[in-house]
Each structure stands twice: as structure tokens, then as C-alpha cells.
């Protein structure tokens, strides 16, 4: 059973990276034909998708953050990361990481992190 | 970006009951639009893909309709399990959500 868990710091202070990892196990990220990316919520708020790239390195961006965000797959040791730089108080949210299933123009997450909070916070 | 935009925001109903949620799109999306459950505390869950398309293990219960930019959502009969927060999201562009429907114990 696939499975993916998000780590990473719970505080950030503002104007600094946001950096997160999401482990997957029960499979392997390099398998099929499925991107990895991130998707944030914050307090009390709606779903925000981020970001997601194939392990191979094609990338889709929320073009919204494109410019301060970097994501990378690593196949060694099944993770995505993500970083996001210059981050405000407004950026507090929950953080998942999911699986993209991609099928042309349909696109859509099937298997989610149970996500990990982030504080942007001085 | 392509706008979302989900009603009601949030209904209360009885178990037994019959919901429906609509998701409207600022621009024709075809058929390229997904629905989430997200109980509290939880991460979402795909429910339907591709606007009917019902996920392996979901309740048959619920349902998905529509095309273009007009989008519903149906339980055909509300169990206890169902109160949550339902997502839609498109990927006709960018990906967005929905602001979320919340369905709530009558």
C-alpha cells in the first residue's frame, strides 16, 4: 500500500525557506507514469496546489509561486522535496504531498500525505 | 487561472438524505474535474475523477455529473461518514479548488 509522509521543520521565520520532504514507501516514485508534488491549506482555508514534477524532471508550476519554489525527486531514496523561498506569515498552512495521476488533461491526486504543519512565524 | 466556485458553501442535512453540490468554472473545463472528501484533521480523499468517474472503493452513493463549466456532485443517500468538506478541482489549466462545500448534521 503506498503510502506518503511529509517532514520537516513546523516553524520557518519570514523572508526564509520553507523546506519539506515527502518519503514515499510501498512503491517506488519512478514507477508508472505519475507525477509527485505539494499542495498547501491554510488555517481554516481552501486547497492551494503548488507544484509537481516526474521523477525524469518535467515540472508544473503554480505560476502564482513558479519564481520561489524548487522541487526535486530524488529516485535514491524514493523522496520529493520542496522548498519555498521567501515565505510570509500568510504561507502558515498544512502541507501535503500526493501523487498525481496524469492522463492528458486529466490530472488529479490520488494518494495524499497526512500532511505536516507549517508555521511562518518570527 | 481558471475560478471555481462551489454552492452552497455549506448545507445541513439527515442521514437518508439526498445532497447535491455544485461546482461552477469560470471557462469551459470539458470533463476535466475531480471532487475531494477532507474530513477533519484529514488529508483530502479522490472521490470521482474526470467528472463521473467513481474511485476504486468509494461508496456507489456517490456520483458525478456534468460538463463545460457546470459541475454537481450528488449522495444519494447521506450516511454518518459523509459529514465532511467536499473539494472540487479542475486541470483543465492550472490546477485550483473549489472553496469547498461543507455538509454538516441537520
Known amino acids: 500500500q503506498l503510502q506518503l509522509q511529509e517532514s520537516g521543520p513546523g516553524l520557518v521565520k519570514p523572508s526564509e525557506t520553507l523546506s519539506l520532504t515527502c518519503t514515499v514507501s510501498g512503491g517506488s516514485i519512478s514507477s508508472g507514469s505519475y507525477y509527485w508534488g505539494w499542495i498547501r491549506q491554510p488555517p481554516g482555508k481552501g486547497l492551494e496546489w503548488i507544484v509537481s514534477?516526474?521523477?525524469?524532471?518535467?515540472?508544473y508550476y503554480n505560476p502564482s509561486l513558479k519564481s520561489r519554489v524548487t522541487i526535486s525527486v530524488d529516485t535514491s531514496k524514493n523522496q520529493v522535496s520542496l522548498k519555498l523561498r521567501s515565505v510570509t506569515a500568510a504561507e502558515t498552512a498544512v502541507y501535503y504531498c500526493?501523487?498525481?495521476?496524469?492522463?492528458?488533461?486529466?490530472?488529479?491526486?490520488?494518494?495524499w500525505g497526512k500532511g505536516t504543519t507549517v508555521t511562518v512565524s518570527s | 487561472d481558471i475560478q471555481m466556485t462551489q454552492s452552497p458553501s455549506s448545507l445541513s442535512a439527515s442521514v437518508g438524505d439526498r445532497v447535491t453540490i455544485t461546482c461552477r468554472a469560470s471557462q469551459s473545463i470539458s470533463t476535466f474535474l475531480n471532487w475531494y472528501q477532507q474530513k477533519p484533521g484529514k488529508a483530502p480523499e479522490l472521490l470521482i475523477s474526470?467528472?463521473?468517474s467513481l474511485q476504486s472503493g468509494v461508496p456507489s452513493r456517490f456520483s458525478g455529473s456534468g460538463s463545460g463549466t457546470d459541475f454537481t456532485l450528488t449522495i444519494s443517500s447521506l450516511q454518518p461518514e459523509d459529514f465532511a468538506i467536499y473539494y472540487c478541482q479542475q486541470s483543465y489549466g492550472t490546477p485550483t479548488f473549489g472553496q469547498g462545500t461543507k455538509v454538516e448534521i441537520k
Open positions: 500526493a501523487r498525481h495521476v496524469t492522463l492528458g488533461y486529466y490530472y488529479y491526486m490520488d494518494v
Open positions: 514534477s516526474y521523477y525524469s524532471g518535467s515540472t
Open positions: 474526470a467528472a463521473s
